[in-house]
């Protein structure tokens, strides 16, 4: 059984594949920005509360002190925390301005870094360490040029940059840290609070895949782009 902390663990996908792992036995860290909401999430789930804003340095090392305090490693860390941009889609991209693209990347680019960045000590000494990311196929460049898939009729400047750019992100990581499995999933389009749900599928088949990926063994994959069909193309 694994120690895993979860960002934005209060609602959505980071909810369920807290559910589905401290149902199966792992003991699980149910973070969230919102300490209100994050406490009752976790009561729920029979997780361990921890207040964690991934855009906040202080917040992001106090929680990494209370996990060593607590349990002195990490198993798995799963980035979910995001958010879904300032929503300027087709021609409106050309309103964007630095500033909305910053807003977006602190939340979905930097905060993974700086949350893996925090948590890599207590990761360090585990055993079979693992780190998911969870990006989208809007994060995908061959994804979103096949004019078969939805994501190709999808313009939205920050939130794909955003997206694509973490997968970089965890390639570079996998590079740097052999011993640590560090992947990057798709989802796929879920209904969850992020499109208004509404995406076609389940919260329970979006989140299948941070959780198979969150329980690989130390002879799992690295590096890689996978969704629950399989592997996405870069």
């Known amino acids: ?3 895993t902390l979860i960002t934005g663990a209060n609602k959505g996908l980071g909810f369920e594949a807290a559910r589905r792992l401290a149902d199966a036995g792992h003991t699980v860290y149910a973070a969230a920005r919102d300490a209100e909401r994050g406490r009752v999430a976790a009561e729920k789930l029979g997780a361990r509360f921890v207040q964690l804003d991934v855009t906040d340095d202080a917040s992001v090392a106090a929680a990494a ?7 002195g490693h990490l198993d798995v860390l799963i980035n979910n925390a995001g958010i879904a941009g300032v929503g300027k889609l087709g021609e409106r991209i050309g309103e964007i301005t630095g500033d909305d693209l910053q807003k977006t990347f602190q939340t979905n680019t930097f905060g993974p870094v700086r949350v893996t960045n925090a948590f890599l000590p207590l ?3 585990a055993e079979s360490p693992v780190i998911v990311n969870v990006s989208s196929g809007l994060g995908s460049v061959t994804v979103c040029a096949d004019p078969e898939r939805i994501e190709s009729r999808v313009v939205t400047l ?8 973490l997968v970089m992100v965890t390639a570079q990581y996998a590079k740097a840290f052999p011993g640590i499995r560090v992947n990057v999933v798709d989802p796929g389009y879920t209904a969850t609070d992020l499109n208004g749900h509404s995406g076609p599928q389940t919260i329970e088949e979006g989140a299948e895949i941070l959780v198979r990926m969150a329980t690989i063994g130390a002879d799992g994959p690295t590096g890689g782009f996978f969704d629950r069909h399989g592997t996405v193309p870069w």
């Open 158 to 165: 920050d939130y794909n940059a955003s997206k694509a750019a």
């Open 65 to 71: 002190d209370l996990v060593r305090a607590e349990s």
């Open 1 to 3: 059984m694994t120690i």
């Open 123 to 125: 990761l360090l000494t």
